[in-house]
């Protein structure tokens, strides 16, 4: 198959501009790494933590490779709502993950849904403490990869 130079041309820029919008929307296959964390049992419902993501990224179906660290273990399994979207009111945005803490201190990670959940540029994700307190969970960290 041979093309014109007119017709390469074009080919070229239909390409370039395909191009152009995955990198666009930060979907190219970066990792992205969001960190969480408090030090106290956080009130029931609170919004524990929140950040402002720059990049679109793309948070994988069970979060896969995400990472966590408890100095003192809950209780009894401790779930924590990652929200995205809305105010800083718990309630708001929409729920697009968990994780839990189990008495042995096991992280388990798990998104909302079976698939990947694309998270805008510019989203809010905020993490929201369970509506039971735990007194006895402190010095919570976790970072996911996305």
């Known amino acids: 198959m041979s093309y014109s130079p007119d017709q390469l041309a074009d080919l070229i820029a239909e390409m370039v501009g395909k191009l152009d919008t995955v990198i666009d929307s930060g979907l190219l296959g970066a990792t992205y790494d969001i960190a969480f964390r ?9 919004v524990v933590d929140f950040c402002v993501v720059a990049t679109a990224f793309t948070l994988k179906a069970g ?10 273990v809950p209780v009894a399994n401790y779930v924590l709502t990652l929200r995205v979207g809305g105010s800083l009111s718990p309630t708001t945005g929409t729920a697009v993950g968990t994780v ?13 849904g079976s698939g990947d ?30």
């Open 38 to 46: 408090f030090m106290s049992s956080p009130d029931p419902s609170e």
């Open 63 to 72: 979060m896969p490779g995400s990472v966590g660290f408890v100095h003192t």
């Open 117 to 146: 959940t694309i998270i805008p540029a510019g989203s809010l994700i905020k993490l929201v403490a369970p509506a039971t307190i735990d007194v006895g969970i402190s010095g919570l960290a976790f970072t996911i990869k996305a």
């Open 100 to 112: 839990t803490i189990s008495p042995a201190g096991v992280f388990t990670f798990a998104t909302a």
